[in-house]
């Protein structure tokens, strides 16, 4: 072992960083900014879920109880009738809401305590936040114990039988195609660049849209093998919950697929280096895996964050796949289309950038 | 900086013209822009009857880089497949392949080949369309004297049938020869001409000493 030798080599690789400013910025940057991601996303004040409060007691304590639940933090919960809320869950604005019944009051002088609970039932956070506060609620204003509190919970989507892994597996298809096609492609883009081929294909009587539609094909070809195993080990290994048609999710997750190819081709442009092209992981990755609501609800995000997360495509996939696999929607729902419309206009708009990265005459 | 300043150059039909000069020069940029993948701040670039870029033309056109671009994971015969395929040549692939005498590594996977032999399949991809124009950009380096020799029986076959060659080189013995040469040194084109008119003109017996003579001028 001869130090000399050992710092030689230490040297050479802090020359190295030196010239590649952009890594350094990067791995100095990227944590700090996907830690401030995270921290403004969990405590900057996100918009609690919204609760509708339905009292149809014709005693006394189911207002006690909707006095109490008005004013809890963990929920922002509004008074409504029972037609309202019904819609606001159908519609998604409600997280849930929750229903003292006529005989509300009645009962819990026997001794039982039983609000119903209607979920939407397709994003395990705000369920857990509504059962809290409805709890946390129940346990504010009946002060006295002997009681039995038996909350009748119903589903709107979904139900009980619904693990993280329903929530998760719907939206984790759609990034894990997304983050796989992105990089495959964009690496495979480069490595086209770096060793001349690209400069060579300029100069034969390729076009550009050509050049790009034929990695579309190619790339697009081996991304739709990958979504059908993905789709088939989730639905039939994991038995990930589905109530929608395998034929939706399938074109869902092939637009994505698409995006990211033609993603990866544009982005290709500013990476000079294979090494380079691994750093647009935490560049583009890293943020729609925190925003895009596959962990976190977009609408329970601060209203900064919601217009960021609005722009993201995943988060429309995210949308899309939960809505087909959790909700069952077929296309003859708005929120779907919208979420296919953005899907398409994504993909449109990053062959187009792909394709413009192809001119000729660039030096 | 500019990478050409004011160079005008005709060449002929069937000829082969060397480009010399030192690297650095503008050889790589002069060979880019005539395939259109460089735009001259002034003035055109004509090809074949055409002002580059003009996709027709670029059928008609092979063009060689300096490193071999090939898709190393891929065979000789694939290589040269693909660059048919664009083409529209796929029936001239074995014949391209036996022009540099690679037949009999067709199915080696490019990574697997030798810097020689690379550059050969690199010369297969470029002519398998037949192209009426041959751009090589510095073909023969790093390849041995006996290779060398070989590329220029190819390329003399070629002018033979009817093709125009444009190769790059700071090599004086293989700019020798050439029909016509032009002397490139930053970025302007100081002479041009026979290997016999350059020595002429310089007023001396080689070829080298006529390049050192010549391109030190009022270029320098």
Request: hydrophobic share 50%.
């Amino acid at each position: 072992m001869n130090g000399r030798r050992v710092l030689a080599i230490t040297r050479r690789l802090l020359q190295q960083f030196r010239r590649d400013r952009r890594t350094l910025a990067l791995l100095f940057v990227a944590p700090l900014v996907i830690l401030a991601l995270l921290g403004y996303l969990l405590r900057g004040g996100g918009s609690s879920p919204a609760v509708g409060v339905v009292n149809e007691d014709s005693g006394p304590v189911g207002g006690a109880v909707a006095t109490q639940l008005l004013k809890s933090s963990k929920v922002s919960a509004s008074q409504m009738d029972r037609p309202t809320a019904d819609d606001g869950l159908r519609a998604g604005t409600l997280a849930g809401y929750v229903l003292f019944p006529a005989d509300f009051s009645l009962r819990a002088r026997q001794g039982v305590i039983a609000p119903e609970i209607h979920l939407e039932g397709t994003q395990p956070g705000p369920a857990a936040a509504v059962v809290g506060a409805v709890t946390g609620a129940l346990q504010g204003a009946l002060a006295s114990s002997g009681t039995r509190v038996a909350p009748k919970v119903f589903y709107l989507h979904g139900g009980p039988n619904l693990d993280s892994l329903d929530y998760l597996g719907a939206a984790l298809i759609g990034l894990i195609v997304f983050f796989l096609v992105f990089i495959v492609t964009s690496v495979s883009f480069l490595r086209e660049r770096t060793q001349g081929t690209l400069e060579r294909l300029m100069a034969t009587p390729l076009r550009r849209g050509e050049i790009v539609i034929g990695y579309m094909l190619g790339f697009g070809l081996v991304a739709l093998v990958q979504s059908v195993l993905v789709l088939l080990f989730t639905l039939y290994v994991l038995h990930i919950h589905n109530q929608g048609g395998v034929g939706l999710i399938f074109v869902l997750v092939a637009l994505l697929a698409v995006g990211a190819v033609n993603l990866g081709i544009f982005l290709s442009v500013f990476a000079r280096t294979e090494f380079q092209a691994v750093q647009f992981i935490p560049l583009v990755i890293a943020p729609q895996v925190l925003l895009s609501g596959i962990f976190f609800p977009v609408t329970s995000e601060p209203v900064p964050l919601q217009y960021l997360s609005n722009v993201l495509p995943l988060t429309y996939a995210v949308y899309g796949l939960r809505e087909v696999m959790l909700k069952g929607s077929d296309l003859s729902t708005t929120a779907l289309q919208v979420d296919l419309l953005v899907g398409l206009a994504f993909a449109a708009l990053v062959i187009a950038l792909a394709a413009a990265t192809l001119r000729r005459r660039v030096a | 900086m500019r990478a050409l300043d004011g160079v005008s150059l005709e060449v002929r039909r069937g000829e082969v013209y060397g480009l010399l000069g030192p690297n650095g020069s503008g050889k790589t940029t002069l060979i880019r822009m005539l395939v259109g993948l460089v735009a001259p701040d002034a003035g055109e670039v004509t090809v074949l009857g055409a002002r580059m870029p003009d996709l027709a033309v670029l059928g008609r056109i092979g063009y060689m880089t300096q490193a071999a671009a090939l898709y190393t994971d891929l065979s000789v015969e694939e290589n040269v497949r693909f660059f048919a395929a664009v083409t529209g040549a796929e029936k001239n692939v074995a014949e391209a392949i036996d022009i540099v005498e690679l037949s009999d590594r067709r199915d080696s996977v490019v990574s697997t080949l030798s810097g020689g032999m690379r550059q050969r399949a690199s010369l297969a991809c470029a002519l398998v369309h037949q192209p009426q124009l041959l751009l090589l950009d510095e073909p023969t380096v790093g390849i041995d004297p006996q290779l060398r020799v070989q590329f220029w029986e190819y390329f003399r076959t070629l002018t033979a049938a009817g093709a125009t060659i444009i190769v790059s080189s700071h090599v004086m013995d293989e700019a020798e020869r050439c029909d016509r040469l032009g002397l490139i040194r930053s970025g302007h084109l100081l002479a041009e001409g026979s290997v016999d008119d350059l020595r002429r003109q310089a007023g001396v017996d080689r070829l080298e000493d006529a390049f050192l003579k010549l391109s030190a001028g009022p270029a320098a």
